[in-house]
């Protein structure tokens, strides 16, 4: 499968969960036993009307609006900084940096230990 089928399969999948969900939670809530609320049994379905309208928004901005990190690097990095990040070979570097700072904090530890 090409990498936009995907993505498009992607976001249709999370877009189906994101309805399902609040679907659920909308029927749930609807057919919660209406409590007297401050005297009120209108009180508290006005309580739940705002509640689902503040949860139809989160819903609809969670999925419009959400950001992961790889978005992000996809977004901000172009094709030619993918090569060149290859090209740096970052992983492999940063990987000997905390080797040689293990060795040195452990040569650090055994003269600390000797002079003790």
């Given amino acids: 499968?090409?990498?936009?089928?995907?993505?498009?399969?992607?976001?249709?999948?999370?877009?189906v969960l994101t309805v399902g969900l609040f679907g659920a939670w909308a029927v749930a809530m609807v057919y919660a036993?209406?409590?007297a609320l401050l005297g009120h049994v209108s009180t508290f379905r006005t309580l739940q009307g705002y509640g689902l309208?503040?949860?139809?928004?989160?819903?609809?901005?969670?999925?419009a609006l959400w950001k992961t990190p790889a978005d992000l690097v996809?977004?901000?990095?172009?094709?030619?900084?993918?090569?060149?990040?290859?090209?740096?070979?970052?992983?492999n570097v940063l990987?000997?940096?905390?080797?040689?700072?293990?060795?040195r904090l452990v040569e650090y530890r055994s003269l600390n230990k000797a002079g003790d």
Avoid: F, H
């Fill in 1 to 15: 499968m090409a990498r936009p089928a995907r993505a498009l399969l992607a976001r249709l999948a999370g877009g």
């Fill in 33 to 35: 036993p209406a409590q």
């Fill in 53 to 63: 309208a503040i949860g139809l928004g989160l819903a609809l901005s969670s999925y």
């Fill in 74 to 91: 996809k977004r901000t990095l172009t094709s030619g900084s993918w090569v060149r990040y290859a090209d740096l070979d970052v992983d």
């Fill in 95 to 103: 990987g000997d940096q905390v080797r040689r700072d293990k060795e």
